[in-house]
T-cell receptor
Protein backbone atom coordinates (compact mmCIF):
# COMPACT_ATOMS: atom_id res chain seq x y z
CA UNK A 1 0.00 0.00 0.00
CA UNK A 2 1.12 3.52 -0.66
CA UNK A 3 1.43 6.21 1.96
CA UNK A 4 2.80 9.71 2.38
CA UNK A 5 4.26 11.33 5.46
CA UNK A 6 4.78 15.07 5.67
CA UNK A 7 7.07 16.01 8.52
CA UNK A 8 5.82 19.08 10.35
CA UNK A 9 2.22 20.22 10.19
CA UNK A 10 3.36 23.83 10.49
CA UNK A 11 6.55 25.46 9.23
CA UNK A 12 7.41 29.11 9.78
CA UNK A 13 10.16 30.97 7.91
CA UNK A 14 11.22 34.58 7.49
CA UNK A 15 10.79 36.35 4.20
CA UNK A 16 13.88 35.68 2.06
CA UNK A 17 14.79 32.49 3.93
CA UNK A 18 15.00 29.00 2.50
CA UNK A 19 11.78 27.02 2.40
CA UNK A 20 12.09 23.27 3.01
CA UNK A 21 8.97 21.12 3.28
CA UNK A 22 9.58 17.43 3.86
CA UNK A 23 7.78 14.52 2.26
CA UNK A 24 8.53 10.82 2.54
CA UNK A 25 6.58 8.19 0.67
CA UNK A 26 6.02 4.48 0.70
CA UNK A 27 5.25 2.66 -2.51
CA UNK A 28 5.72 -0.89 -3.76
CA UNK A 29 5.84 0.28 -7.37
CA UNK A 30 7.65 3.16 -9.07
CA UNK A 31 5.72 6.16 -7.83
CA UNK A 32 4.42 9.31 -9.38
CA UNK A 33 4.84 12.14 -6.87
CA UNK A 34 3.11 15.50 -6.67
CA UNK A 35 3.18 18.69 -4.66
CA UNK A 36 0.00 20.74 -4.51
CA UNK A 37 -0.55 24.15 -2.89
CA UNK A 38 -3.79 25.37 -1.33
CA UNK A 39 -4.38 29.04 -0.65
CA UNK A 40 -7.07 29.95 1.90
CA UNK A 41 -10.61 29.09 0.77
CA UNK A 42 -9.41 27.76 -2.57
CA UNK A 43 -8.94 24.41 -4.24
CA UNK A 44 -5.62 22.69 -4.77
CA UNK A 45 -3.24 23.82 -7.46
CA UNK A 46 -0.41 21.70 -8.85
CA UNK A 47 3.07 22.99 -8.02
CA UNK A 48 5.08 20.21 -9.65
CA UNK A 49 5.15 16.50 -10.34
CA UNK A 50 7.66 13.70 -10.74
CA UNK A 51 6.93 10.96 -13.26
CA UNK A 52 10.24 9.07 -13.49
CA UNK A 53 12.04 11.48 -15.79
CA UNK A 54 14.53 13.93 -14.24
CA UNK A 55 14.95 13.51 -10.48
CA UNK A 56 15.08 17.27 -9.92
CA UNK A 57 11.73 18.74 -10.81
CA UNK A 58 11.09 22.44 -11.23
CA UNK A 59 7.64 23.81 -10.61
CA UNK A 60 5.80 27.08 -10.55
CA UNK A 61 6.59 30.09 -8.35
CA UNK A 62 10.26 29.12 -7.96
CA UNK A 63 9.64 25.82 -6.17
CA UNK A 64 11.51 22.62 -6.91
CA UNK A 65 11.68 19.11 -5.51
CA UNK A 66 14.19 16.30 -5.72
CA UNK A 67 13.22 12.64 -5.95
CA UNK A 68 15.61 10.50 -3.87
CA UNK A 69 14.76 6.83 -4.23
CA UNK A 70 17.29 5.68 -1.63
CA UNK A 71 15.69 7.96 0.98
CA UNK A 72 12.11 7.55 -0.36
CA UNK A 73 11.84 11.31 -0.17
CA UNK A 74 10.48 14.12 -2.32
CA UNK A 75 11.21 17.30 -0.35
CA UNK A 76 9.99 20.66 -1.64
CA UNK A 77 12.33 23.66 -1.58
CA UNK A 78 12.44 27.30 -2.54
CA UNK A 79 15.59 29.39 -2.09
CA UNK A 80 13.89 32.57 -0.92
CA UNK A 81 10.42 32.75 0.65
CA UNK A 82 7.92 35.44 -0.29
CA UNK A 83 4.94 36.54 1.74
CA UNK A 84 2.73 35.22 -1.06
CA UNK A 85 4.03 31.67 -0.42
CA UNK A 86 2.02 31.44 2.80
CA UNK A 87 -0.36 28.55 2.15
CA UNK A 88 -0.87 24.87 2.88
CA UNK A 89 1.20 22.39 0.89
CA UNK A 90 0.28 18.80 0.19
CA UNK A 91 2.49 15.98 -1.02
CA UNK A 92 0.77 13.13 -2.86
CA UNK A 93 1.75 9.78 -4.37
CA UNK A 94 0.10 7.66 -7.01
CA UNK A 95 0.90 4.33 -8.53
CA UNK A 96 1.19 5.88 -11.97
CA UNK A 97 1.03 3.18 -14.61
CA UNK A 98 0.90 0.35 -12.11
CA UNK A 99 -1.74 -1.16 -9.93
CA UNK A 100 -5.49 -1.58 -10.12
CA UNK A 101 -6.40 1.93 -9.02
CA UNK A 102 -4.05 3.64 -11.41
CA UNK A 103 -3.69 7.33 -10.92
CA UNK A 104 -5.49 7.54 -7.57
CA UNK A 105 -3.72 9.99 -5.31
CA UNK A 106 -2.79 9.35 -1.69
CA UNK A 107 -2.24 12.65 0.10
CA UNK A 108 -0.15 13.58 3.07
CA UNK A 109 -1.80 15.51 5.89
CA UNK A 110 -0.40 18.82 4.71
CA UNK A 111 2.10 21.40 5.95
CA UNK A 112 0.99 24.94 6.61
CA UNK A 113 3.70 27.42 5.66
CA UNK A 114 3.81 30.80 7.41
CA UNK A 115 6.12 33.56 6.17
CA UNK A 116 7.16 36.27 8.62
CA UNK A 117 8.08 39.75 7.37
CA UNK B 1 -11.52 28.38 -20.83
CA UNK B 2 -12.13 24.84 -19.63
CA UNK B 3 -12.77 24.55 -15.93
CA UNK B 4 -14.16 22.51 -13.08
CA UNK B 5 -16.95 23.95 -10.96
CA UNK B 6 -18.70 22.86 -7.79
CA UNK B 7 -22.05 23.89 -6.38
CA UNK B 8 -23.14 24.97 -3.95
CA UNK B 9 -20.01 26.54 -2.44
CA UNK B 10 -21.56 26.48 1.03
CA UNK B 11 -24.35 24.30 2.38
CA UNK B 12 -25.92 23.91 5.79
CA UNK B 13 -28.22 20.95 6.31
CA UNK B 14 -29.74 18.89 9.08
CA UNK B 15 -28.93 15.39 10.23
CA UNK B 16 -30.82 12.78 8.25
CA UNK B 17 -31.44 14.86 5.13
CA UNK B 18 -30.29 13.80 1.69
CA UNK B 19 -27.78 16.19 0.15
CA UNK B 20 -26.31 16.28 -3.35
CA UNK B 21 -23.15 18.17 -4.24
CA UNK B 22 -22.59 18.95 -7.89
CA UNK B 23 -19.34 18.75 -9.83
CA UNK B 24 -19.07 19.79 -13.49
CA UNK B 25 -15.99 19.86 -15.71
CA UNK B 26 -15.64 21.15 -19.23
CA UNK B 27 -12.29 19.51 -20.06
CA UNK B 28 -13.93 16.32 -21.33
CA UNK B 29 -11.79 14.38 -18.83
CA UNK B 30 -12.55 10.70 -18.40
CA UNK B 31 -11.55 10.55 -14.74
CA UNK B 32 -13.33 12.30 -11.90
CA UNK B 33 -12.77 12.12 -8.16
CA UNK B 34 -14.40 13.25 -4.92
CA UNK B 35 -12.34 14.00 -1.81
CA UNK B 36 -13.11 15.30 1.63
CA UNK B 37 -10.70 17.53 3.54
CA UNK B 38 -10.62 17.52 7.32
CA UNK B 39 -8.16 19.11 9.72
CA UNK B 40 -5.36 16.71 10.50
CA UNK B 41 -6.35 14.24 7.78
CA UNK B 42 -5.42 15.95 4.56
CA UNK B 43 -7.55 14.87 1.61
CA UNK B 44 -9.19 11.46 1.56
CA UNK B 45 -10.74 9.83 -1.49
CA UNK B 46 -14.48 9.17 -1.29
CA UNK B 47 -15.42 7.87 -4.76
CA UNK B 48 -13.95 7.95 -8.23
CA UNK B 49 -14.95 7.28 -11.80
CA UNK B 50 -12.86 6.34 -14.82
CA UNK B 51 -15.64 6.97 -17.33
CA UNK B 52 -19.37 7.06 -17.98
CA UNK B 53 -21.23 4.39 -16.00
CA UNK B 54 -18.06 3.56 -14.05
CA UNK B 55 -17.91 4.29 -10.30
CA UNK B 56 -15.62 2.98 -7.57
CA UNK B 57 -15.37 3.29 -3.82
CA UNK B 58 -12.48 5.12 -2.25
CA UNK B 59 -11.02 5.11 1.23
CA UNK B 60 -14.00 6.76 2.99
CA UNK B 61 -17.06 5.85 0.90
CA UNK B 62 -19.52 4.85 3.66
CA UNK B 63 -22.60 7.10 3.58
CA UNK B 64 -21.82 8.49 0.12
CA UNK B 65 -22.80 7.55 -3.41
CA UNK B 66 -22.03 8.80 -6.92
CA UNK B 67 -23.34 8.18 -10.41
CA UNK B 68 -21.79 9.01 -13.78
CA UNK B 69 -24.33 9.41 -16.56
CA UNK B 70 -22.19 11.69 -18.75
CA UNK B 71 -18.57 12.77 -19.07
CA UNK B 72 -18.98 16.23 -17.55
CA UNK B 73 -20.72 15.53 -14.22
CA UNK B 74 -20.12 13.47 -11.10
CA UNK B 75 -22.65 14.38 -8.40
CA UNK B 76 -21.94 13.24 -4.85
CA UNK B 77 -24.94 12.24 -2.71
CA UNK B 78 -25.08 11.91 1.04
CA UNK B 79 -28.02 9.58 1.53
CA UNK B 80 -28.68 10.57 5.15
CA UNK B 81 -26.37 13.32 6.33
CA UNK B 82 -24.52 12.86 9.61
CA UNK B 83 -22.58 15.37 11.69
CA UNK B 84 -19.42 13.38 10.94
CA UNK B 85 -19.84 14.39 7.30
CA UNK B 86 -19.30 18.06 8.09
CA UNK B 87 -16.28 18.77 5.92
CA UNK B 88 -14.95 20.53 2.85
CA UNK B 89 -15.54 18.51 -0.30
CA UNK B 90 -13.36 18.76 -3.40
CA UNK B 91 -14.01 17.40 -6.83
CA UNK B 92 -11.13 16.75 -9.25
CA UNK B 93 -10.69 15.50 -12.79
CA UNK B 94 -7.87 14.22 -14.97
CA UNK B 95 -7.44 13.37 -18.62
CA UNK B 96 -5.77 10.01 -18.06
CA UNK B 97 -5.15 7.93 -14.99
CA UNK B 98 -1.56 9.14 -14.72
CA UNK B 99 -2.19 12.75 -15.62
CA UNK B 100 -2.43 15.71 -13.27
CA UNK B 101 -5.67 16.04 -11.32
CA UNK B 102 -7.32 19.45 -11.49
CA UNK B 103 -9.36 20.52 -8.50
CA UNK B 104 -12.56 22.48 -8.13
CA UNK B 105 -12.95 25.31 -5.59
CA UNK B 106 -14.63 23.10 -2.97
CA UNK B 107 -17.96 22.92 -1.14
CA UNK B 108 -18.10 23.58 2.58
CA UNK B 109 -20.81 21.37 4.06
CA UNK B 110 -22.10 21.74 7.61
CA UNK B 111 -24.43 19.11 9.04
CA UNK B 112 -26.28 20.27 12.16
Amino acid sequence: AQSVTQLGSHVSVSEGALVLLRCNYSSSVPPYLFWYVQYPNQGLQLLLKYTSAATLVKGINGFEAEFKKSETSFHLTKPSAHMSDAAEYFCAVSSGDYGGSQGNLIFGKGTKLSVKP
Amino acid sequence: DAEITQSPRHKITETGRQVTLACHQTWNHNNMFWYRQDLGHGLRLIHYSYGVQDTNKGEVSDGYSVSRSNTEDLPLTLESAASSQTSVYFCASSRTRTDTQYFGPGTRLTVL
